[in-house]
Every structure is written in C-alpha cells, then in structure tokens.
C-alpha cells in the first residue's frame, strides 16, 4: 500500500470536561473514498473538525495528525485549507446574506484559477440562482453550494460530512455521482449515514464507537458481512442493499 | 432551509444547569453560604470592626452603612435587570429609566404633593410598574437590537424630560433634594444610616427572592426557552409577547422599588440616573457577576458601585500621587480604574464571578486527584 | 458597638479642628474643583497667618473627590459627619451643593457651599452658607450694560434645564422688572449646531443678548453667533469663565461684554497679593476666591464658635470681611454672599487674551432679593 | 427663504458629521458584529492627534497643506488605535458580543479618562485654517465653511466604504465573516485580518470626524465623542446595521430634522422628534431603513 | 380534520406556494415528497402560522386558522419539528421537554408556583424521553448534543405536546441508520390508534413509504399529485422529477 495522505494518530479530544475522542487512529489512503462511520454522536463530526483545526476555544485536541510529512495540528485552519484541505460542513454553513454567487466568489483562493466550468457541469443549479440570496436556497440547493465551493479549487485531500442528509433521493444520486468522479483525482474522508451511498463510493472504512475506532477495512467487506453490519452499524446488510 | 435572521442579540452566556454543579464537600456548604452572607450582613452595623483600605472607617460608621447601602441597591437593581437579560435574554437599553421613575416619582411626590412617604411609594412602584407594562407593550413588538434602541429611545426622552425641568419639577440638571419633613423622622440624620441600611438590605433580599422564585417557576422555564429560540416556544403553544411582557413589567416594577429606596439613601434625585450610561452600568454589572446566575448579578452590582464610589478615594489616595505622573495622572482618573478593571475582569474571569466558584472548585478537584480520566 | 453611635466631635480644647473638603477633583468640573481648593489652602493661610492652626487647636483637612456626582457627596458628606466632622465645604457643582445642604440641616453641621452657582443655595436652611457669587448677581452685573433698560429689548439665550430656568427668570426680575421686554431663546445642553438658534436671536432683533451656557459645546456657540452676525449687530454680554477658557472665544472674545465673578487683575488688596503669593503659578482664576473665602469663614467659624455649630452660625451671620475680591458681606437674612462683581472686556486674539476691568460693582449694587429661609 | 437654505445646509453639515461616526460604527456594529462604545475614544484620539500635530509636527499647522498633513496624522493615529483594539482587545472576544460590549464600554470609559488625564477636561482651541471659519453666502445664507468641509468629506468617505464592501474581495470576506467566520476559515481565508481591516476602516472615519468636527466646533474636549455617539447610534439602527447606505440617509433624515424642528419648535423638541422617529422606524421596519444585513 | 384552500405564498413575483388545496382525514399519515426547493419547508411554515399566507385559507376542524398567530395554532392541536433543529440549546435536555409539557398543560403564567416541583410534568417528561430514547441524556445541555440526538429531541418535544395534527420535516434527516428503524418505530406509535394525523416530509423514501397512507408530491410550490403510494410512485413525472435513477 502506497503512502496515506492522512494520518491520525491516538487522537484525543475533550470538549469543556467531556472526552468526546479517546485515541483515534486511523489512515485515509492517497485515492479513493475513505469512509467514516458510526451511530449518532459518537463523534465523526468532532473528528473532521479537529482535523481541519475547528475545535471548539472550549476543547482540547491531542495526539498526533499528519498530512504527508507535515504535522497538521497547532495550524490555523486558513493555512491548512489554502495548503489544499477541503471540507464541507454538516450542516453547509453556505453565507445567507450573500449571493450564490457571491459564496462561490468568496471560495476563490488567490494563486490558482478557480474551476468555475466544472462546478457549474455539476451543479447547473448555481448558474441559474447565481444572484439569488444563499439563505433562501432550499436545503438541497445549499448542500450543492456547499459542495461546490470546495470543488472550485483542486485539493489535497477533502473532508466531507454527510453531504446527503435531507436531498431528495434524486439529488442523492446525482451527488454521489459527484463525488464519485471527485474521488477520482481526490482523495475523500467521508461521513455518511446512507449506506447505499457509501456502498456505491466507499474504498475503505473506519467505524467510530464510543469515542474509539471499532473497525478499519475494505468498506465493501464491512458491508457484504451482515454480521458485521449488524454487529458495528446495527443494521442488516438487507437493508443495505435496499 | 436556514432562516435569514434579523440581527440578533446574541443569547447570554447559558446558566449552566443546577443539576450539573459539582458535588462534593463544597456542593454541600453551597446552599448555606447566602444564609451565612445574610447573617453577616445582618450583623455588620454592630461591628466596629475596621478593615483598612477597604472601607473608610469602621464596618458600623455611617459612611461605610451609607455605600453599603448604595451598593445593595444596585446589587438588587442588577439582579432585577437580570430577570430580563439573564434569564429571557431581552437586551433592554432603557432600564433605568424604571429606576429613575422611582427616584424622581418618590423626591416629587415627597417634596412637591407633600404627600407622606408611604402613599408616595405606593404610588411611585404602581406607576413605575404601569410605565414598564406600557412602554414594554410598544417595545417588544422588536427583537434583537431593535428592541434595545426603542427602550434605549424611551429611556432617552425620560432623560429629555428631566432635564427640561417642566414645571420645575424635576430641577433639571441641579436634581431635586428630597424634602424630609414628609419622611419619617427614622430615616433622616446621619445616626440614622443603618436604618437606610436595613431597608436597602430588605430591598436587595426582596429582589433577589423574587428573582429566583421567578425563575424557577413554570413560567421562569418559558423565559428560558424565549432566551434561546423564540419562534419554538411560539410553536409549542405559548405566546412568547405575553411572557416578555410579564418579565419586562416585573423587571420595571422591581427597579421602580429601587428607586425609592435610593431616593431615601441620597436623600435627592439628580439627572446622573437618567443617562444610558446607567442602563450601560447595569450591563456591565450583570455581565461582570455572571448572567443568569443565581449570585452573579448581585455580587456585580455591588462590586460595581463599591469600585464607582472608592476609585475616587483610591484616585486622591498618597499611593497614587507618590507614583510616577505617567502612572499616578491616569491612575488618579475613577473612570479610568474602572474601565481598567471591566477590561481585565472580562479577561481574568470570563464568565462573570459567578464562574470563579465552580472554577475554583475545578481546580481543587484537579489537584486533588492529578488528571483522573472518565 | 452599636450602630446608631457616632464618634463624638472632641470638646477637648487642644484637639484638631477636623474640616472635610467635598469637591469634584475629577469629572468635568476638575478644573474649577483645583482653583477651589488652591484657593481654600491659600485663604487658610492668610487667615490663621501662616500657622494652620486657630488658637491652638490646628485645623485638619479630609478633602473627599464627589466627581461631580451628587450621590458619591452625600455619601462622603455622611461619612465625614459620622467622623465627626462638624464643617463641610466644597460643592463643585450646583447639584451637589443641593443635595449636601440638606444633609447639614439633618445632622446640624455647618455647610460653605463652594463654586455651586445656583440661587438656589442661598436661604436653603440655617446651616448652610455659600462661599462664592450666585446666578442673580450675574444678572444684575449684566443690567449694568445697557443703562436705562426701559423699553429696550432683551433676549435671554440660555440652555435647558435649572441653570437656564434660573438665568431666565432672573433677567426678567431684573431686567424685566425696570422695564425692559425679556424673550428667551432656549437650547438643548447637548445641542451642537447652533445655527437654527442664532437664527432666533438675529430675528428677534434685541438691544441686549444675555447669553448664558456653560459646558464644552460653549465655543461652537460662540463662533455661530459670530458667523451668523449677531455678535455685530448687538451688544452681547456673558459671564466670562475660567481663564482656558478664553482662547475658545477666537474671534467673538473681543466682540462680547463680560460680566464677571473674578479674574486676575480684578482687585489688588492685601487679601489678593497673599492669594497671589501662594497660588501654584501665581496667577487668580475664577474660582480661587470662593476657596480663599471659604478658608477665611471656617477659620471665623473655629474662632468664634469652637465645637458649636449654633455659635458658627451665629458668628458667620452678619460677619463682614476683606477677600479676594473685596469688601464681602453675608446677609444674615438668608446666607446670601454680597460681594463685588466686575464688567471686563477682552483683548488681544488667540492664545493671548488679556482681561482688563471696566467697572466694579459693589456689593450692595448687585445684592439679590432677601428670601426666606427655608430650613 | 434664506432661513430654508441655511438650516438645510447646517443640516447636512450636522448630518455629514453624524454619517462620519456613524459610518465606522455601522461597519464594525453591522459586519464585525461589534456593538463598539469604544468608538467615541477613536473619534476623540483622531481629534487629539490633530490637534498635537498641527502644534508639534515639523511640517504640520494649522493652516493650508500643514493642516492637511495634522488631519492625516490625525486619522492615521485614530487608525492606528483602532487596529490596536482590535487586535489586543477584541479579537480574543469575537463570538462573545457580551463581553465585548463589557471591554468597549470600559474602554471608552478609560480612554476618555485617559485623554483627560493627559490634556485636562476643559476644552482646548483646535487650530484650523482660517477658511473654515469664514461663512460662505449661498443665495442669502452665511453657510459656516467648517460645514461645507463636513459634508464634502463625508460623501467621499461613504463612495470610498461603497466602493471598498462592493467590489473588492475583502468586502465579501467581511460580509461573510459577520454570518460565519469559522466557515470563512474554512475556505481558506484568515478571516481575522478582514475584521481588523474593519476597525481600521471604522477608527479612520471616526478620527477624522473627530478632526473635522473639531474643526466646525472650534475645540476639542476629551467627552466630545460621547457626545455624538449617542445620536451615531440612533443614526446607525435607523439606517439598519451594517448599512452604509441606509446610515447616510438616516444621518440626513436626523440631521435635517433635529435642525428644523429646533427652530420651528422648542428647544429640546428637536432631540425628542429624532428618538421618536427612531422607535416608529424601529416598529415599522425593525431592521431599520435599509432592511438588511450585511449590504453594502 | 387539516385542510388548505388555495393556500399560496408569494415572494415578490415568485409563488413559492402555489394554490395548494390539501386535506387531511383524522389518523391519516400524509407523507411530502418533493424535489429540494419544492417549498415543503414553505407550506409547513404556513400551516404553522411562522409565514403568513398571501391568499388562501387553513382550517383545522372546520376552523379558519389562517389569521392566528403560531402560538394559537399549537393549541388547538397543531405541533411541528423543524428541518434545522431547533430546540432550546441553554436548558438540559429534560428542561427541554418539560417546557413543553408545561406548554401543553396549559401556559398560563405561575410566576410563583416552583416548577421543579411538578411531578406530573417531571413524569410526562420522562415517559417522552423515553420514548424517544434519550432519557440517559436527560442532564445534557440541548446545546451539546450531537445532530441526530437533537433530531430525536425535537420529537420527544411534539411529542410532549400531544398534538392532534404533527407536521414533521425531515425528521429522519441525519439520523444513523442504526436508529432509524427504532425513530420509524416511535412516529408510527404516535399514530396508530390516537387518531392522530401526521403531515411527514421526508426524502427517506424507505420510510415514507413504510408509513404513508397517501402521498403528496410537490414540485415548485404546486402539488404535483396526491394519491396512494403505488399510485405516486408509478406516476411518471413523480419518477423523473424527484427519484431518478435510484442508486
Ligand atoms: N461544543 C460541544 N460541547 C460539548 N459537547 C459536544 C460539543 N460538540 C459535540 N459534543 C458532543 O460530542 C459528541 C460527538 O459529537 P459529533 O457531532 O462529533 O457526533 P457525530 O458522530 O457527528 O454525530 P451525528 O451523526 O449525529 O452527526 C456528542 O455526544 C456531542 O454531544
Ligand atoms: N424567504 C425566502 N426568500 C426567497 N426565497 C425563498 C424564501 N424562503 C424559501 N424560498 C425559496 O422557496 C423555495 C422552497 O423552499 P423550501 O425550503 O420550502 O423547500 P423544501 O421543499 O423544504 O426543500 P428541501 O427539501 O431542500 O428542504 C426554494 O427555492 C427557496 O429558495
Ligand atoms: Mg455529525
Ligand atoms: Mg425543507
């Protein structure tokens, strides 16, 4: 196996007095979509976020991340996402008072020529509503603006939590094409709940339970073992498969 | 879809939970230390202990009884406006103007009816109270800021009021010392501060059980939810106008209250307490205790209108003046001691004073068993 | 110990006079609290010679800061009278003065009023006594400029509030009273712009402008009036403040007719060369004689009455006595302080104003109405 | 009819000066989410500076480019102080508007002490060209100068803040930055630099209608900016926050309004008319004039 | 027992409802469908009384509701979760729901009475909590929760209401797969015997059609169809318009 792109190693996080991650390890590969999982509040959201350097002024973050060579905490977050780490939030955080268009402006990093075609390809949507106000988007809309924003630059790596919660089944699809053909130049850490996304888009997995790493591996063997499912997702692969 | 919020107040900081406190040794000696303050504070006037530096003379000396008394006013004041900001999260910029109402509507009825002082605090809490339920109807049809200027504006023509002297009445920017002849003769003279104590301690418990039964009430709990989503309460089935509007007039009613005990203790009515900055002041005290604690408040005001009236003292102090001028000319500005200390408290105590306790405790603990995990 | 108890005030002959001083060392009126008590340590000095001390008995000052705040003076009026302290002087501002005065009678200790200037303080109760001029003799100092005032057309230009309410009312009494028509244009105190006011004032047309405005916005005042013609077309009398002051009139100072309290050069007695002598930079201001005057009635007060305040009152009613200004007399009757004032024009431009005397007026001249005593 | 001119153009005069506070106050109470007492403290430093310069600047006066030179120092200290805030002070607050309101209100509180401490409470002589005390005659009215300057600085200021939150980049960082600075972050943008920006713009506009205000009145004295604050407020919620259009109507609606209404009417009726012009916009329109946030 | 008439609600030129006429039988589970910017959100807000309508009429039981306030129509029986959570972050999570049991019981004002003191509140709480599986978290401060914790909170508060009509937005949104089952478990128990009707938008087309008896589909602010499920889910343009190509 080649290098990973991303590293996390015993990672710890507590946020004002409660120990939300308790050594978390785990490696996101320099291809294809890594998966994250697990049941509610166990915290893959905490996970991303101590990542990218978002953790709450109340927390504290231990343990070691890395990107390549280069040791990610203790960098501002503006530094780390201009080095070329992506990440649409859970809950896509699009600028309300802004235009659509004005979002996809501000996205724009100085030094590469923004990939307006490519994000207007996916999402023709943002063309049409480009001076329409982001917070009078629908959910869907502003989940692929959320999207959008972070494909108009070329990344290193991507975090992306949950994109398809509340999108029409058909959104869903198209999203998922999406990110399908993203992870072909782009490696992905996911976090989704819909199984047959991850199914369809899933290279490897990582399942979070209580605060720890419950399983690592190949994401289509997690999901064929019913046993497995049941046991790390609580559901029966029947249901995976729809 | 996300909402595209007016401009909010932001919500003050969140009380944390009863439930939540710490335990232990020091939960258990928590519930009685407000019974061992009232005790103190019930024995003060016979003590002629001297604390130097912190108060002029002796604890029983009417100086000391006189700024006590001032600074339990204001510790009832603030936790009156804490009912609204603290604990429904209504940012008003025009509180004083309640106070005021009590002060000027007591001195007046008092020097110019010549009614007796009984019938003038009667009338002063009543009308202060109506004023509150009246300008409270207009006002909180706005949120947010919104809300805060119409009071701020309301307050401010209370002020343009005053200071118009219609009629004489108001003195104007001389004020209007207070005529004691309609007072009873245990309220007046110099020997008689400690009585102007007692009646500024009976305010501030007042205020402050009323606060608290308040709050943990049936309706205390809707305010809670008004000071974090409003648009929910309204969904569940309450309308959030009628119980802001409750808390509001409550609020008024208890400043109007203030009022006329600190007409008593001055002795007079002056234009100072009409200004903004005095709603201003009331902020930062409820912000310096702690919003929407139970003692933050409280201890607040008191901290505030001790450190007003001794910078003064501390300004004209020896200390001072030996220190280089660079030092000893900003040093001997009151204000600029205080502005000092609000930047620092906010830096030293985030979270008000309130907070210092169960930090304190915190650490103990910390100490006490080095880094246990859970 | 109790709490109704309060230190007694001595009684024993050779223990030290105890004096407290309330007066606003900082807030707005910083400056003229500072030449209150320069004035105050200097007139000490002239009336006990040089000892401090009045017979034996030497006299020790608490000087207490009220910022200006009439509820911080009570409160240190209270915490000095529970001391013991049978003398309270001081009062910066009217407000304060007001407010302490009442506090005297309560407790039956003497009160001097310091630079306060509002009528008001004058007949306030039996204890209380002022120590420097009040609005009405500003007034009659103003009537002195327009000679014969029948028929003539005077406009009152004051602020809003007790301070203009006082200022109008007495130019109506006194002015008004010997025949002039009195109009008043009034003005919000925070007002900034003033060209909707001297706009009034030019419409009006009057022989006379009695302006009266005190605070910071006082020299945008000035310039509109002057941009706007009215100090041209008109003779228009103020009363002059504090000497830093007079660089802000610019270009208006020398158009103005002053009426004033005091300034340097005014007088040139013996209690004005000790004045001079002792003052930092040796130069009088506005309120250094009500300081020097205060010091001299305390010390007449000790002299005479010791620790009895009754006696103090007794002493300093009637009492007649050479200051900084004068000839100074209190009325019995109501406290009042008849003393000199002075017409005074400003010369010179910018930084360099000189103030020079016109006329003096003396006290019996400028002598308000007798009031009743109130308390 | 020369009454008309001259009260409608010592109106705008008033009015360019309320735009002047106003304006900073709306940037940073509008987009930085600041609700800034501290502001008066800018105006009163850019007014001070001035006035030091125009005495002890080699260079500087009090007339013709050496006047000039005084303002510039003037708004580059008010400029300076404010990033100084900003970064000591604010910055470790953003999120925390309460305490926020805590520190500015104890800084404008200090701050004044301070400037008092340093040049005494009483007013000072500001130097000031002598064209500006001279009336200008328009069509009968003798318009003061120092108000015509007012009004000519502060239609540049407000083209200058349009031209700067429409079509530049940091002013879409900053309009974003009021909704969600962390998700600006995460775009990679160090979004504290912009707010920063803020002050800086906010303290220049405020130092230099504390220079230029000097100038109209003549003097300068430490309590000066709190002063007009308070009707720099009423200006700024009229306007809708964060508006700077909406504040250069409201600062002409006030203006306008408190100057005809003291001459037609009492004195004090003139306050009275613009708080209640303040609450019945509030409760017409509670997001003030302009209507919304964070528009340029 | 719910019905709208020609309920419509424009923003400028733009409908965003469109003339929506819907009527829903008591104990009937309508399920919402509809592409992202259908106005779901929209008509919810509506019938709710958070929006008022530009034309058309609401009325519950006969009533013409249209021009009460929010509050008035959570009395007669009308309770709703929202698509962004939305509960009361300060409080515990068990505060939470006795705030709204309190609600429901009739909100007069007891500025005196202690409310911790209220056992019936206190255990009509508890049992919603339970209900919804969050009563080990009852001391948690709302604010803390993670996302899908916060979705079942939002419920136990409708739940406390015990509303007649229940608009849900999106309550599956975000909740692991693991507790879907056991969510779809808790709204059908609300349903069943009580009479209870229930207006459900949803994408989770498992679980629509798991409990809808009818379903509406909407598509720019119109509603496209209303019918059975077979019936909609055979509907060409319900296909093409909102399905797809299901993965
Ligand atoms: N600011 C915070 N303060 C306290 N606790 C927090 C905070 N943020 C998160 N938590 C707690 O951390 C835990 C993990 O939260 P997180 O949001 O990471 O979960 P998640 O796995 O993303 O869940 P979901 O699938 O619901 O989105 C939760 O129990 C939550 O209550
Ligand atoms: N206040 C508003 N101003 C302008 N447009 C609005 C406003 N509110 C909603 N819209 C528009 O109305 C349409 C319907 O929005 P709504 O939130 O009702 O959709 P929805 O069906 O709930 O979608 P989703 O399934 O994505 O939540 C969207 O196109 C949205 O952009
Ligand atoms: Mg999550
Ligand atoms: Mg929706």
Redesign the interface.
Known sequence: MTEPVLSVADLSVRISG??ILQGVSFTVAPTGVTVLLGRNGVGKTTTLRAIVGLTPRAGEVHGTIRMGAQSLLARPTHRLVRGGLGYVPED?C?F??LTVAENLRLAERRGTTPAYDRVYALFPELDRRGRQ?A?????GQ?QMLAIGRVLLNDNRLLLIDEPTKGLAPKVVTEVAEVLERVAESVPVLLVEQNLAVVRRLARDAVVLAAGKVAWTGDAQELLLETGLTKSLLGVGSAEVHH | ????K??E?????????S??TPGGRWGRVRPFLPLVALAVALTL????LHLPGIF???L????????LA?CMVFGGLAAGYDLLFGRTGMLSFGHALYFAAGVYGTDILVTKAGLPLWQAALFTITGGTILAALIGA?AL??????FA??T???A??GA?LV???FG?LT??????????SGVPEAL???????NL?WLALAYLVVVVFVVH??S???????L??L???E??????????Y??KL?AFT?AGGLAAAGGVVYCLI???A???ITS?ELT??L??MV??GG?GTRWGPVLGGILYMYLD?RL??F??SEAVDALPAFLS??L????????????L???FF?GGLASLAPRLALLRGSLRIPSR?? | ???????SGGGDSAAPVKVGLVYS??GALASYGKQYIEGFKAGLDFATKGTNKVGDRAVELT?????G????A???A??????GHKIIAGSTA??VA??V???AA??KVLFISGPAA?D?VTGANKYTFRSGRQSYQDVVTAKSFIGDPAGKKVVVFAQ??????ANEAAVKAVIGGAGATVSSVRA??SATEFTPFASQIKAAKPDLLFVAWAGTTAPAMWQTLDQQGVLTSTTVVTGLDIRASWPTFGAAGSKISFLSHYFDGATDNEATKAAKAKIPGGTLDLFHPDGFHAAQMVVRAIEEGGDDVEKMVTALEGWSFEGVKGQLTIRKEDHALLQPMFQAKLSGSGQAFTASAQKSLTGDETAPPVVAMKG | MDTIILLTLTGLGLAALYFLVASGLSLVF?LADVLN?AHGLFLGVGAYATWWAAGNLPGAGGDGFGFVVAVAFGVLAGTLVAVLVELV?IR??Y?????Q???T??????????L???WGADARTFPRPEWTRQVTNVLGANVPNGGLLLIVAAVLVLGAILTFLRWTRYGLVIRAGVENREMVTALGIDVRKAFTLVFAIGGAAAALAGALGSVYFGTVSPGQGGSLL?FA??VV?IGG??SVVGSAYAAVAVGLLQQFVNYYGTS?LG??CV??L??VV??LR???IAGK?ATA | MLATRGLTWRIGEVAIVDSVYLDLAPGEFLGVIGPNGAGK??LFNLI???RRATEGRITLDGQDISAL????R??LGL??T???S???????VR?NV???V???RG?S????????A?RE?AAAADAALERVGLAHRG?A?A?TLAHGEKRKLEIA?LLA?EPRVMLLDEPMAGVSAEDVPELVQVIRSLTGDSGRSVLMVEHHMDVILELADRIAVMHHGALLACDTPETVMANPTVQEAYLGESL
């Open positions: 409660l120990h896509r699009v309300a008072g106000r917070g009078s988007l629908s959910g502003q | 879809m996300t909402e595209v007016s401009p107040v932001p919500a003050p900081p969140a009380a944390v939970p439930e939540l006037p016979y003590s002629t002029e003379g002796a029983n000396e009417p100086g000391t009884l006189q700024l001032v207009v049809r706005t949120v947010g800021i919104a200027m119409v701020l504006a309301f401010q023509v343009i200071a118009r002297d004489g003195g104007g920017e001389e004020g209007l010392p207070l005529d004691v007046v003279g110099v020997t008689n501060t400690v104590y039964r308040v943990g009430s049936p309706t205390g709990r809707v809670a939810g000071r974090d989503d648009r929910r309460v309204g969904v569940l089935g309450l309308d959030p009628r119980f409750v409550l001055v002795g007079g002056s234009p100072h903004s201003l002041s902020l930062v912000v310096l919003p009236h003064v003292a300004g004209a000319r900003p001997s500005q009151p204000l600029f001691v205080l502005g000092a200390v609000f930047i408290a906010v830096y985030p995990g859970r | 110990g109790s709490p109704q108890e309060t230190a060392q900082s000087e207490v800061d009220d910022a705040d009439p509820a911080k009570v409160n240190a209270k915490d000095l009278i529970g001391k009217s407000g007001l407010q005065a009442p506090i309560q407790n509002t008001g809003d509030g007790a301070f203009g309410d919000p105190a | 509008g007492f002070l470790p607050l999120s925390r508007t309460i305490e309101v805590l520190v209100v104890g800084l404008s509180l200090a701050g004044v002490a301070l008092q401490a340093t308070i407020f009423i919620v926050m964060g004090g306050d009275i708080v209640g303040l609450a509030l409760l509670p997001q003030g946030v | 959100t929209s709710t009384g958070l306030p929010p509050y008035k959570a009395r309770g709703r929202f698509q962004a939305s509960v009361f972050g300060s409080l515990s505060e006795r705030l709204a309190q609600a429901y909100g004002m007891k500025l005196w009475r202690r409310a911790a209220d509140v001391t401060l604010g508060l209401g």
